[in-house]
């Protein structure tokens, strides 16, 4: 067993500058692109984005294939992935024990739930979409990893080599084979026809 040294909690510490969803400066430009906003004030802006953040969050994580984002901005899912190669360091226990101790994942068979997102699969491609990145809440990546624990099998299985853009566009074709199905199958529907 590897011995483990403890973390300097009370040493210097890198921290990212905290950015606010509905800050001032949004606010001000959102009132300027649409003027009726300025009637329903900074509150109830900021209180109908968290609610639609919370309802997509609902949506990833009850929808085995995700949710595709407004305005083509690209598509979020969970998939469920192998435990990477890296160490995956479990720090209450390790310091707890004084010896490095592991997550090994025993709930989900050493499997790992990744929130997965993609702007490749998009119909109208972003100019510069290669710079776009999502990052979660803590409220999200939190409520995803219990959904993960409960239901790990029902999200998608990624393989380690697998492009996540060729999984888009099989999903994105499924999809639009069934809409065409469907609507070939109602255009040729006859109610009167009791043979078919």
Not at 8 to 15: A, I, T, V
């Amino acid at each position: 067993m590897e011995s483990f040294r403890i973390p300097d909690l009370n040493g210097p510490r890198y921290r990212k500058t905290q950015q606010e969803v509905c800050s001032d400066e949004f606010y001000k430009t959102l009132c300027k692109k649409f003027p009726k906003v300025e009637m329903l004030g900074k509150t109830v802006v900021a209180k109908y984005i968290k609610e639609f953040n919370e309802l997509t969050t609902q949506a990833i994580i009850d929808n085995r294939d995700g949710v595709e984002l407004l305005e083509s901005l690209g598509n979020i899912f969970i998939a469920n992935c192998r435990v990477p190669e890296k160490e995956n360091v479990d720090y209450a226990k390790s310091k707890k024990y004084g010896v490095k101790v592991f997550h090994k994942n025993w709930d989900t068979e050493g499997r790992i739930g990744k929130i997965m997102y993609t702007n490749y699969g998009a119909k109208y491609r972003l100019k510069d979409s290669s710079m776009w990145i999502f990052k979660p809440c803590r409220k999200f990546s939190r409520e995803s990893s219990k959904a993960f624990r409960l239901n790990w099998m029902n999200y998608m299985e990624i393989t380690k080599n697998e492009k996540i853009s060729a999984l888009i566009s099989r999903h994105v074709a499924k999809k639009d084979h069934l809409k065409k199905s469907t609507a070939e199958g109602i255009s040729e529907y006859n109610e009167f026809d009791l043979n078919s």
